[in-house]
């Protein structure tokens, strides 16, 4: 009996030979299987877009940094599209199976737990070697959307005509080197910290940089403690030595 896509199961053993008796999506417009690269939000949920949408609800399947976070999204919208998990842990032979899946002629959508998938975050590798592997026979296809360093630097007053973003910063081997490297930059610097590190991170600018260079520190954007604080490094790093509450929850340091 042919199964209605929805009701499978899905995991990574039996979901290429699930899909194919399923029916095939076609949102594409053409005849070649399409990855969708889905930006979703970094906090407010209404920080969608209706392609974005439009293509979760759409596609055969959506891989997932983590399944159980982006079902929050597709809840919050309805939107009953199977998953399967893909991230950073996983191991070389999901690349092969979502290989298979998309030569069976299928449509999926990458997504990552907040913002644009591959930056910062897992699927470089997939989407590598997913070109590699069909060439011109496969459409990648980017929805833009959020994306924590844009949004920061949105709202900043730093001017990001040129910028040099350094995701995140090594915990040990050549962390000092970097910021040694941003306190001499021209160019306006940008890299992401955790919870962990924030005050790690305040301190080491506070030694290297010049009291003339502006640090904005961008936290837990679009949410509701979301703040964006600019000083000398000296009066940063005061601000959050002073308030412990505000070093919780997810950061952009911007660097001029
Ligand atoms: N792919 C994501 C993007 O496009 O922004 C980034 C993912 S990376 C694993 C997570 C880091 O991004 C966090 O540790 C934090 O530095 C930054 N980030 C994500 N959401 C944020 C938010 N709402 N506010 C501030 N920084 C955020």
Redesign the pocket.
Known sequence: MRKKFSELKIDAASTAKDLEDSSTSSISGNEKPTLYVVATP??NLEDVTLRALRILKDVDLILCEDTRHTKALLSHYEIGTPTMSYHAQSKLSKIDTIIDILKKGKNLALV?D????T???PGVLLVAKIRETFGDDISVVPIPGP???IT?LSASGISSAEFTFLGFLPHKKGRETLFKEISISERTMVF???THRIIKALTSLKEHCRGDQVVVV??????MFEEVFSGNATDVLAHFENNPEKCRG???VIVR
């Open positions: 970094i906090g990552s907040a913002g644009t998938p930056i910062s975050d994306s924590a360093l920061a992401y910290e955790s961008a936290r837990e954007l679009t949410k997810e950061f952009v």
